[in-house]
């Protein structure tokens, strides 16, 4: 499984954009990137995918960087519920929907 | 639509005692997943079923280890006997073919021995 490099942790400020960066340089052509997120005491939960092109939802945009080496999740608009573990995940849509999580990326909110 | 279930929350047992997890996945879901998350890490994939077949169980510890998806709906996680080190958050989830690559977790047990 290709791997993801995330930040250990960030800080932002409510009501303000937030930019979650993820690495992955030994991305393969049929990878999507997927990112969930998990909230204290919750199971982890989806919140946004994409292969080549820019992915936009009600929860988060996903920028993907030409070359597909890395990848950003933008939260536009921070809340303190946006707190939480963000996990960039590689995975093969098709077939196994295998879902490899690393450490993820915590993120507080400052109010 | 009613997510996916998951009880008990908690549990609490004595090393070398059995436990049991029960799942039940969001209607019309064909494919469950267990996963096994330690404090401080991302959630580990035990087994995969599809329907009542498990198609991926390569890190289920077999030895103490057991699950079962009768008729491909509901299903349960055993472990028999528990160590200190089984103490964690064990969480389901499920996913429909139709959507691919989109999991929906339940809230998961959380697991101490004692």
């Known amino acids: 499984d290709a791997k993801t490099t995330q930040p250990n942790s960030m800080e932002s400020n409510e009501e303000e954009p937030v930019h979650l960066p993820c690495n992955h340089s030994?991305?393969?052509?049929?990878?999507?990137i997927h990112w969930y997120r998990q909230l204290p005491s919750q199971g982890p939960e989806y919140v946004i995918h994409?292969?080549?092109s820019n992915v936009n939802n009600r929860m988060a945009s996903l920028a993907i960087a030409e070359d597909r080496k890395s990848s950003t999740l933008i939260l536009h608009r921070a809340t303190l519920r946006d707190a939480a573990v963000y996990y960039c995940?590689?995975?093969?849509?098709?077939?196994?929907?295998?879902?490899?999580f690393g450490q993820g990326t915590r993120l507080t909110i400052n109010p | 639509e009613a997510g996916v279930v998951q009880s008990p929350r908690y549990k609490i047992i004595e090393k070398k005692q059995p436990v049991a997890f029960w799942c039940n996945p969001i209607?019309?879901?064909?494919?469950l997943y267990w996963y096994r998350q330690n404090l401080g890490q991302g959630p580990e994939l035990l087994i995969r079923?599809?329907?009542?077949?498990?198609?991926?169980d390569s890190q289920l510890p077999k030895d103490r280890f057991s699950a079962e998806r009768l008729k491909g709906v509901d299903s349960t996680l055993k472990i028999q006997p528990a160590e200190l080190g089984d103490s964690a958050v064990y969480l389901c989830?499920?996913?429909?073919?139709?959507?691919?690559?989109?999991?929906?977790f339940g809230p998961g047990t959380r697991l101490l021995v004692l």
């Open positions: 079923y599809e329907n009542e077949e498990a198609v991926d």
């Open positions: 030994t991305i393969s052509g049929t990878d999507y």
């Open positions: 209607s019309g879901h064909n494919t």
């Open positions: 989830a499920s996913s429909h073919t139709a959507v691919p690559g989109t999991q929906y």
């Open positions: 994409g292969l080549t």
């Open positions: 995940i590689l995975s093969l849509l098709q077939g196994a929907q295998k879902l490899v």
